[in-house]
């Protein structure tokens, strides 16, 4: 049996359609590389065999029947903050670490629907908040380029996965980087879309006004077969937008001739390490070279994204996790007073420390006398960076720039310091504020040997452009065909 | 704006999370590193700006007045602490 897996997700769909293998024989091969692979990567909290090759059989039943879609057969893995009916759904934390899923995430429904394969949940930084998928309850995950460095997060098994060749293809969710900065980190492909474009039912909040989930996956045409199952409008997810369905793969053969790219004068300051630079400064070589005319772009209140979103997600975090009180699900501690202490202990025991301090930092912005001066405030500069891309989209179709300051760094290099850890994003969490899509794909390869991401950040609903961007840089580079040294023996 | 240990122990308490007072100290070093990074926006002139909280202007979209969720009380307590009689069981708070 060839694999098809490094190829992608399309190249899997294409093999699995014309009878080439069959899904279990897919399900079972990857299902024994992950068992290979996951102890030293950690990729996934949960795998259930039998359920994926359950899921694999009734795919080929379907394909025997001629009723396959797309999708039909092919493994996919989620990250564990999506919600999968029978499935143990952490969200990589203590407090949900023996929560079952009573009912599936619209995400999820739609996988299952198409008659993917669930290949298992992801792990992830607890509750999403990290940028290294450090702070998991069930310990760090590693990056397949150097098992001594992190994958990034907080989404970093999806990314780990798709580059070590588990799967060709994952789920992910991004606050302020949380799919675009792992993607970098482990030289794959990942797209945030427009805020609203995918259903937030049965993903577990974080800072709700700018969660959003997409895909990870090894190129720019498997992002757009993704993104065409996953968008869609949900009446559950008040904030789902209803828009008419489109197709995200309609630009992926279009030319880049006469493309406006603007490069902001603050993402090209200092902050970027040198391989990093020179990745994205290649990179953008690359699509002049296709016909694209850089421009320079203000963003002048961008530096202001770092404070502002570390007032307003911490906020929406407080209230969010409010939830979690030992009463109806999840931990409860095992000793307490009344019912207070009940409370109290339970949250101790059942959160790690990033996300007790997002939480406490949330807690104290909201508080009676600072939350206009840091609730509101941050609000109001939010609208700023807002304005700031809407500005800089008058003169461009799309920016450029790197995805994060440094290629994967080491794990545990910011254990102390959480304000280090914090920097990881500074390019990152704009976009969100914004609610604006954002994508990184690879660019170049760093100091050891290690992969750089260039971010591309469109205007409100240029997903199908920014996809056609990626697949034109991808025709003319290879840095997305690198894989890593295989796990498997 | 820096936090004494009394405004974390304050803050803990009205976050409902459990604080010993080595975890205060550290706290109190950790939350106000992030709020100095913080405090950079505090000088940019915002008068007249409307607070930005969603990326669309969006009012609350209304449904039906329907029932359209099905008793499923069994299947979403089987995964609480601790249930009686379909109840959820607390710590007595009324003598």
Redesign the interface.
């Known amino acids: 049996m060839s694999d098809p897996v490094p190829l992608g997700l399309v190249a899997t769909a294409r093999a699995l359609a014309a009878r080439e293998l069959s899904s279990v024989e897919l399900t079972g091969a990857l299902l024994e590389r992950i068992a290979c692979a996951n102890p030293v990567l950690n990729a996934f909290i949960t795998v259930d065999p039998e359920v994926s090759l359950r899921q694999a059989a009734a795919a080929d039943e379907r394909i025997a029947r001629g009723d396959a879609g797309p999708l039909t057969g092919v493994p996919v893995a989620h990250k564990d903050i999506f919600m999968a009916r029978g499935w143990r759904t952490t969200c990589a934390s203590r407090m949900l670490a023996?929560?079952?899923a009573?009912y599936d995430a619209h995400v999820i429904e739609q996988f299952d629907a198409a008659g993917a394969v669930n290949m298992g949940k992801l792990n992830m930084d607890e509750f999403a908040m990290g940028s290294s998928s450090e702070s998991s309850f069930f310990g760090p995950v590693r990056n397949p380029w150097d098992i001594t460095r992190v994958p990034g997060g907080s989404s970093g098994g999806s990314a780990a996965a798709v580059a070590a060749g588990l799967v060709p293809a994952a789920t992910a969710t991004d606050t302020g980087g949380s799919i675009r900065q792992p993607a970098a980190l482990c030289g794959v492909s990942g797209l945030k879309p427009?805020?609203?474009l995918v259903s937030r039912y049965g993903m577990i909040a974080y800072a709700s006004?700018l969660d959003q989930a997409g895909p990870i996956a090894r190129n720019a045409e498997d992002l757009a077969v993704l993104m065409n199952l996953m968008a869609g409008h949900d009446?559950r997810d008040?904030?789902s937008?209803a828009r008419p369905a489109e197709d995200y793969r309609r630009d992926l053969q279009r030319t880049l001739k006469g493309l406006r790219v603007g490069l902001p004068r603050a993402y090209f300051a200092d902050g970027m390490s040198p391989d990093v630079r020179a990745g994205v400064e290649s990179a953008i070589a690359v699509l002049r070279r296709l016909g694209a005319e850089p421009v320079e772009v203000e963003l002048p209140?961008v530096?202001?994204a770092?404070?502002?979103y570390?007032?307003i997600a911490p906020a929406e975090a407080?209230s969010n996790l409010?939830r979690f009180?030992?009463?109806?699900?999840?931990?409860?501690a095992a000793s307490?007073?009344?019912?207070?202490?009940?409370?109290?202990?339970t949250?101790?025991e059942g959160?790690g420390p990033e996300v007790?301090?997002r939480?406490?930092?949330?807690?104290?912005?909201l508080?009676h006398g600072?939350y206009d001066?840091?609730y509101?405030?941050?609000?109001?500069?939010?609208?700023?960076i807002?304005e700031d891309f809407a500005s800089a989209f008058e003169q461009c179709d799309v920016i450029a720039g790197p995805t994060s300051p440094t290629v994967a760094f080491a794990l545990g290099a910011h254990a102390d310091d959480?304000?280090q850890m914090?920097l990881s994003d500074i390019y990152t969490i704009a976009p969100n504020l914004?609610?604006?899509p954002a994508m990184s794909i690879p660019c170049g390869f760093g100091v050891h040997g290690l992969p750089v991401g260039l971010q591309l950040v469109g205007n409100?609903f240029t997903e199908a452009r920014m996809l056609g961007i990626a697949a034109a840089f991808q025709r003319e580079t290879e840095w997305h065909l690198r894989a890593p040294a295989a796990m498997t023996p | 704006?820096a936090?004494d240990p009394d405004?974390?122990r304050r803050?803990?308490?009205?976050?409902?999370?459990?604080?010993t007072d080595s975890e205060v100290a550290a706290?109190q070093g950790?939350?106000n590193?992030?709020?100095g990074?913080?405090?950079?926006?505090?000088g940019?002139n915002?008068a007249g700006?409307?607070?930005?909280?969603?990326?669309?202007e969006?009012h609350?979209?209304l449904?039906d007045d329907q029932v359209t969720e099905t008793d499923?009380r069994a299947?979403?307590q089987?995964?609480?602490?601790?249930v009686q009689d379909g109840l959820?069981l607390?710590?007595r708070?009324i003598e």
């Open positions: 023996g929560f079952v009573p427009t805020y609203g006004s009446r008040a904030t937008l209140r530096e202001l770092l404070p502002a570390y007032v407080s409010s009180d030992g009463v109806r699900y999840g931990h409860r307490y007073g009344d019912l207070a202490d009940m409370y109290s202990r949250r101790a959160f007790r301090r939480i406490l930092i949330g807690a104290f912005v508080c600072y001066a840091y509101l405030q941050a609000q109001r500069v939010r609208r700023l807002a959480p304000l914090y914004a609610g604006l409100y | 704006m936090l405004a974390v803050i803990a308490l009205l976050a409902r999370i459990a604080v706290l950790e939350l590193s992030i709020l990074m913080i405090e950079r926006m505090q940019v915002t700006i409307v607070p930005m909280a969603h990326a669309f969006m609350t979209p449904r499923q299947e979403f089987a995964g609480a602490p601790a959820y607390v710590p708070v």
